[in-house]
């Protein structure tokens, strides 16, 4: 896969539906959102069944938290949409670091909730260390990392902070 793949299926998606919320997303292209409520279960899922996409969301996280989830589902769907059709992803592949599918849906997560002008904006008006960065655009250090990580490879002067953790949205 390119260093642009990823990004550039997001701007099409972007310009097709005219929004970046995952949630609008997955119900232009008729995703079924299904939220569960269980303490002990993974943060999210993806499944295709009968002819049909299907998102579970742990309804006991945040709403930011959520969309995160919702962000990284809606990856597996647009750039994995062949494996989910032969074996769903749940909690026990989900959140795999050694994963490469579960490496791009948090990179599709991180490129469609976080744009780069405000990645850029943000970068040159607060002092430039990861936490700093998170708290100025509202968001997680895992999610913020990858996002650094796509512009880096992008070739957008930002190098990333950190390793990338391909964990960040698995339960502690």
């Known amino acids: 896969m390119s260093r642009l793949y990823?990004?550039?299926?997001?701007?099409?998606l972007?310009?097709?539906?005219?929004t970046?919320?995952?949630f609008e997303l997955l119900d232009a292209m008729h995703v079924q959102v299904r939220f569960y409520f269980d303490l002990h279960s993974t943060k999210g899922f993806s499944r295709y069944f009968l002819r049909q996409y299907f998102v579970g969301i742990n309804g006991n996280l945040p709403r930011e938290e959520?969309?995160?989830?919702?962000?990284?589902?809606?990856?597996?769907?647009?750039?994995?949409?062949?494996?989910?059709?032969?074996?769903?992803?749940?909690?026990?592949?989900?959140?795999?670091?050694?994963?490469?599918?579960?490496?791009?849906?948090?990179?599709?997560?991180?490129?469609?909730?976080l744009r780069?002008?405000?990645v850029?904006?943000?970068?040159?008006?607060?002092?430039?260390?990861?936490e700093s960065l998170c708290l100025s655009l509202g968001t997680t250090p895992g999610l913020m990392n990858f996002k650094l990580r796509s512009m880096y490879r992008r070739g957008i002067g930002i190098p990333a902070a950190a390793e990338c953790d391909s964990r960040f949205l698995a339960r502690p």
């Open 6 to 12: 990823v990004y550039q299926k997001i701007e099409k």
């Open 20 to 22: 970046r919320d995952p």
């Open 66 to 113: 959520q969309r995160i989830v919702a962000a990284h589902e809606l990856g597996h769907i647009v750039l994995h949409a062949q494996a989910l059709k032969s074996s769903p992803l749940f909690d026990t592949a989900v959140y795999d670091k050694r994963s490469g599918t579960e490496y791009e849906a948090n990179l599709f997560a991180a490129d469609l909730l």
């Open 116 to 118: 780069d002008e405000d």
């Open 14 to 18: 972007v310009r097709r539906h005219g």
């Open 120 to 130: 850029m904006e943000a970068a040159g008006r607060t002092e430039t260390d990861l």
